[in-house]
């Protein structure tokens, strides 16, 4: 099964388009998993084009997708409990925002997004990831998103490009 993560695509404030590099492993991809900061409907609509789209709100989007998406999810695929949360809030670090939104559900994993900053570490047995921004690097080197690939374990990796054409 192939996932492909994304969250702070900020279209089309940051992007007209999806870049080529995603569009080419968003083909042939099972589910799609956006952790926030679509900001328009039409971004969902895109993806969805694509494989089934699974999603939460993030502090920017408009209205529609706030009418969409909750402030989190909790998928269970192939026997693993997957987090997804958008990780804004006031105090604390991102990271520590979504561990804590997800403290009771015992998930073997919490995909996030907000900082834009790319995230693949274990934290008490539980995988976080941060899949970056596919259009939106900020100070970060590169555009990122993720891939997951579940086939015995949780296989998360992501895609680095310089350029968000």
Same mark, same amino acid.
């Given at each position: 099964?192939?996932?492909? =993560? ?13 870049? &080529? ?10 589910? =799609? ?5 679509? @900001?328009?409907?039409? $971004?969902? @609509?895109?993806?969805? +084009?694509? +494989?089934?789209? /699974?999603? $939460? ?6 209205? !529609? #997708? ?9 998928? !269970? ?7 997804? $949360? ?8 991102? /990271?520590?925002?979504? =561990? ?8 073997? +994993? #919490? ?10 570490? @274990?934290? &008490?047995?539980?995988?976080?990831? &941060? ?8 100070? @970060? ?17 992501? #895609?680095?490009? &310089?350029?968000?054409?």
């Amino acid at each position: 099964m192939k996932i492909i =993560i994304l969250s702070d695509t900020h279209m089309p404030k940051k992007a007209k388009k999806l870049p &080529n590099v995603l569009c080419t492993e968003l083909d042939g991809s099972d589910l =799609i998993i956006h952790a926030g900061d679509w @900001q328009t409907l039409e $971004v969902y @609509q895109e993806l969805k +084009a694509y +494989a089934p789209v /699974e999603g $939460v709100r993030g502090n920017t989007d408009s209205d !529609e #997708i706030c009418d969409l998406f909750g402030d989190k999810l909790l998928l !269970e695929i192939k026997g693993y409990k997957i987090g997804v $949360v958008h990780g804004h809030g006031k105090s604390r670090t991102t /990271e520590k925002r979504s =561990i804590e939104a997800f403290e009771q559900e015992e998930p073997d +994993a #919490i995909i996030f997004g907000h900082s834009h900053i790319p995230l693949l570490r @274990q934290f &008490n047995g539980v995988t976080l990831f &941060n899949p970056g921004s596919p259009t939106d690097k900020r100070r @970060q080197p590169e555009y990122s998103f993720g891939i997951l690939n579940i086939k015995e374990k949780l296989d998360f990796r992501h #895609i680095f490009y &310089n350029s968000k054409e």
